[in-house]
């Protein structure tokens, strides 16, 4: 628009979140409220932009809506490193514990799979590890 304002559709294709998304965003208090044209359309800014590009692009590396809301805060207030930091390295640490659980995981997975190739038997291997009978 003339004015530098766009509307929800234009800022859903800019930031390639979801129109829904946008409005749950708003309605949780993560995205301001934008104004309104004199038709009651709400009118977003290059800063909603930025702002839904933020929370986006920290929802891609899992982020919780509460740790996003966290380091928005933080950058809000003037960014403290130390402060935003520390919210990232705890996600950090979080995610190297779910690679893990998933590693554990597929090695199980794994070796079940293997299991019930190579047997020959009438009973499956894999109901039988899900069944805790292996």
Known sequence: MADGTFTIGELARRTAVKV?????????DLLPQPPR???G???Y???HARRLTFIRR???LGFTLDDVRTLLD???RGPCCADIRETAAAHLEDVRCKIADLQRM????AATVARCEADTSPTCPIIAELSGDA
């Open 74 to 76: 933080l950058a809000e």
């Open 20 to 28: 829904e998304t946008i409005r749950y965003y708003e309605k949780i």
């Open 58 to 60: 920290s929802r891609d």
């Open 37 to 39: 044209s004199d038709g």
């Open 106 to 109: 597929e090695r199980t997975l």
């Open 45 to 47: 800014t290059p800063d």
């Open 41 to 43: 359309h709400r009118r």
